[in-house]
């Protein structure tokens, strides 16, 4: 039995179905590929992941909307932080950020998981 989530608007399957959507469309943007958007995501199931990409909501697991979440959250970041240039917005998580330690942002996220993202969103804040 799935556990509830701590926001109850994203008990409505609809709402699970748009943050899909959107996460999908932001991993694009990004140029983020399918395996590195299951591991940010932490998501073992290749099936579950393919058929969200394709407009089924997102499951009601508390951990993975926390991670949506986090991901959505960067991505505003970065909207404000480089509103003229789409470019760098679109390829900051795939770029060896300096105060990172020369890391790409979506290794950390796939290596530390929500801590990673935590950590991301922290040094976007900053």
Do not use: N
């Not at 509830?4 to 991993?27: D, G, H, K, Q």
């Not at 983020?32 to 058929?51: F, N, R, T």
């Not at 790409?104 to 900053?126: K, Q, W, Y």
Request: hydrophobic fraction near 40%; aromatic fraction near 4%; charge should be neutral.
């Amino acid at each position: 039995m799935a556990r509830e989530t701590r926001v109850p608007e994203l008990e409505s399957e609809e709402a699970r179905r748009a943050l899909a959507l959107a996460l999908t469309e932001v991993f694009e943007a990004w140029g983020i590929g399918v395996q590195e958007q299951q591991e940010a995501l932490g998501i073992k199931d290749i099936a579950a992941w393919a058929a969200c990409r394709r407009g089924e909501p997102l499951p009601r697991d508390p951990d993975l909307l926390q991670r949506v979440g986090h991901l959505l959250a960067i991505h505003r970041a970065l909207k404000r932080r480089y509103v003229h240039d789409l470019f760098k917005r679109d390829s900051w998580m795939r770029m060896p950020i300096p105060e990172l330690g020369g890391e790409r942002p979506i290794d950390i996220v796939r290596r530390e998981g929500s801590e990673g993202l935590v950590r991301i969103r922290e040094h976007l804040r900053a």
